[in-house]
Structure formats: structure tokens, C-alpha cells
């Protein structure tokens, strides 16, 4: 069974982009944990008003650039088996610009990932 046309170059960036995305803000949620933890065990649970202060808000950007990661990575593999390209190009770009809230996969792949989203946007079988 012959594999349809897709948008290889598009594709791999695109997933090259999810995955770093993914990895970025797993590290920030570890280094999150680990910051939040100790102070909360020697200041108590009301250390910066309930909340854990900036390790806290630290925390949820890591959280949002995981989302983002993961939605660019089901695009990216969309691109694959779907014929609609446009509409996962598009969710590539948006989420690859909402990754920059949460480190953008060192940048790198929040870049990768606009490239790759503007890849699939202009790809046209042949």
C-alpha cells in the first residue's frame, strides 16, 4: 500500500518542535517542584500567601508550555494522516506562539515550530 502525499518537511519540523516544546517544560516543572517544595517545607504552607510565590506561577508557565507542546506534537502528526492541512498549520503556529509563555521549547522549537506551521500552510500536492 502506497503511503499518500503529505507534507514531509513540514511534518518533521513540526514534531522536531513538539518535542522540544514537551522537554523544555517538563525540565521547568521538575526545576518548579523542586523550588517550591523546600521553601514550602521551611516557611510553611502560607509562604507567599497560600500560593508558593513565583515557583508557583513558574509552574503553571511550565504547565501551559506542555499543553502547547502536546498540541503541536498531535498537529505535527496530523499533518500525516489528515488532507486539512491549513487547519493544522495553523494550530502549529498559534500554539508555537503560545509556547513562548512557557519557554517556547528552548525557543528553538517554538521557532522550529512557526516555520513548520508556515510549511504546511503553503505545501500543495502535486
Known sequence: ?????????????SLIAGAL??????IMMIISLYLTL????????MMFGGYGGPFFVFGFMAL?????????????L??????DYTVWG???IVF??????GLGGFVVGAVLGIVGGALALSWKSS
Not at 516544546?21 to 517538563?26: P, Y
Not at 523546600?38 to 504552607?45: S, T
Request: proline share 5%.
Open 21 to 26: 516544546m514537551i522537554a523544555s517544560s517538563t
Open 78 to 83: 496530523m499533518l500525516r494522516k489528515s488532507v
Open 96 to 101: 508555537s506562539i503560545f509556547s513562548f509563555f
Open 64 to 76: 501551559f508550555g506542555l499543553i502547547s507542546g502536546i498540541v503541536v506534537t498531535v498537529s505535527a
Open 1 to 13: 500500500m502506497a503511503q499518500s502525499q503529505y507534507p514531509k518537511t513540514a511534518y518533521t519540523v
Open 38 to 45: 523546600p521553601a514550602r517545607y521551611y516557611y510553611g504552607p
Open 90 to 92: 495553523i494550530l502549529i
